[in-house]
């Protein structure tokens, strides 16, 4: 008898399990992360390579079988070119298309909506603007884009977004949403105003529009250092009312992300000691910054880890650094990017399925092989996350919806009583602390004979069907239940 388990009942059995570190698992904000570009029709997985992408073992794989979540970063006139049109909406469409074949992958998807024209396109659609929002012109004279302040265009954002959330509320389809969208790039620096004095407000505005319209989807907001400032430079002093304003979107759901990651100029002190606030706490979604295409000039970077024509090098740096952050996912982004993961780095790629995000499993299980009907049973469990992440159960999306629980089932695998362990919080399970659930298991009402006590992580917004996977290889499993052992009921 282990000392763990000590005084249990003599009818209890012990059976321990050990991890699997290989298996990808689709579980929710855990996990590798490939983009899907604007421009791309449903052909992409072939004319890309992304059925056979190369690896750094000469081997040839399926990148999405290494990442669950496609994310698009795409424009307000790509999917509302129109008002009132809506191309998602439409098969035969390219967006419709593009999602569809993420969705018959067993992927779920994550996207940005960008309505700045600065350094890209008409990201806003011009009915906007024909309706009469104010508006600025970008350098070639060409795009024009709306000042989020500008009363018409928040009028027609707002049910632009509304719509959106009508079909795409929904975690089962979506990973994530990337909540604010202004800015350059729609990364949420460089922020147009009539008024610059606007910018608490606006900030107020949109992160209350989303945090009303997805409110079953995780939110994201960047935290950025000059996060909807107007700085025209995008880098700086860190805006005084930056920590303010992010703390704002954090009491309204959001979760964090930083597009900057393995950029040691760009992601230093503050970005440093902002993440460690909410370690834990939040998870914290990576996208690395350097683009290793040369003309990005990633060896300057003043870390000095990386070399010209390396691009492994920035593949080591964007691991290391996601690890020292305790991020949940990381990225692979588009093309090259994809290419030097899996050509180059195809280690560190399964490095992260294995250490990466949260994996979560118990090691030691203690059950009865024996009862009498009518009597109550103690099943006692010790679960372990080995991944450097966390279960983030504590999120107001998911409000806990994830517990342990303790099922007996039949000879025919169907699960015949299950009892939820109310009392068990997996945001709480960090690497290193192992958590021991004790359930009870009343067994009054059930019929004479053998089932098999096997444990879930269940999503109680289900009706407690199991809704994470447990980090355990495959044989001990069945749909999605882990098997413990064999218990007899007189």
């Keep these: 008898m282990s000392l763990l388990f000590a005084g249990v009942a003599s009818a209890q059995q012990e059976v321990r399990f050990e991890p699997d570190t290989v298996s990808v698992y689709r579980n929710p904000l855990t996990g590798w992360v490939m983009y899907l570009g604007r421009s791309w029709d449903d052909d ?5 390579n992304y059925d056979a992408m190369p690896t750094s073992e000469g081997t040839t794989v399926r990148v999405s079988d290494y990442a669950g979540t496609a994310y698009v970063r795409t424009s307000w006139s790509s999917l509302e070119p129109e008002e009132g049109k809506y191309l998602w909406r439409d098969p035969s469409t390219r967006i419709y298309r593009l999602l569809k074949t993420v969705a018959d992958r067993g992927m779920r998807f994550a996207f940005r909506i960008v309505v700045d024209g600065r350094d890209q396109g008409q990201n806003t659609p ?3 603007m024909e309706a009469g929002a104010e508006y600025f012109t970008s350098g070639n004279g060409k795009h024009k884009t709306p000042f989020s302040d500008d009363p018409v265009f928040q009028e027609k954002y707002t049910r632009f977004i509304e719509a959106l959330a009508e079909d795409f509320n929904d975690p089962d389809r979506v990973e994530f949403v990337d909540a604010f969208g202004l800015g350059k790039w729609g990364e949420s620096h460089a922020t147009a105003y009539k008024d ?5 407000k606006v900030f107020d505005w949109i992160t209350a529009l989303y945090s009303r319209a997805f409110s079953r989807v995780p939110l994201l907001i960047h935290y950025h250092r000059q996060v909807a400032d107007p700085n025209k430079t995008s880098w700086g002093d860190v805006a005084p009312e930056t920590e303010m304003l992010l703390d704002l979107a954090i009491a309204r759901g959001y979760s964090l992300r930083h597009d900057a990651f393995g950029m040691f100029g760009y992601y230093n002190g503050w970005e440093t000691a902002y993440a460690e606030r909410w370690r834990f706490k939040l998870p914290i979604i990576l996208e690395g910054g350097w683009i290793t295409a040369a003309h990005h000039r990633y060896w300057n970077d003043p870390s000095g880890r990386y070399r010209e024509g390396h691009s492994e090098d920035v593949r080591r740096g964007e691991f290391d650094h996601a690890r020292e952050t305790h991020v949940n996912m990381m990225d692979l982004r588009i093309n090259d990017e994809v290419r030097s993961w899996f050509g180059t780095s195809f280690d560190l790629v399964k490095r992260f399925v294995a250490e990466g995000g949260y994996r979560l499993y118990p090691d030691l299980v203690s059950a009865p092989v024996k ?13 372990n996350n080995i991944g450097w992440g966390y279960c983030p159960t504590n999120i107001p999306q998911w409000n806990q919806k ?9 000879e025919a695998g169907n699960p015949v009583r299950t009892v939820v362990d109310t009392h068990s919080d997996l945001s709480k399970w960090i690497k290193g602390t192992p958590d021991i659930c004790l359930t009870e298991v009343p067994l009054e009402g059930l019929k004479p004979g053998k089932y098999t006590w096997a444990l879930g992580l269940v999503d109680t917004a289900k009706g407690n069907v199991p809704g994470l996977e447990i980090a355990v290889a495959a044989s001990h499993k069945a749909g999605g239940w882990l098997k413990v052992n064999v218990i007899s009921i007189k």
């Design 44 to 48: 992409f997985w072939t004319k890309q």
């Design 126 to 128: 011009l009915y906007v």
């Design 196 to 200: 610059p004095a606007n910018k608490v």
């Design 371 to 383: 009862a009498r009907r009518g009597e109550s049973v103690v099943v006692r469990s010790r679960w």
């Design 402 to 410: 994830y517990k342990v629980a303790v099922s007996l089932l039949d």
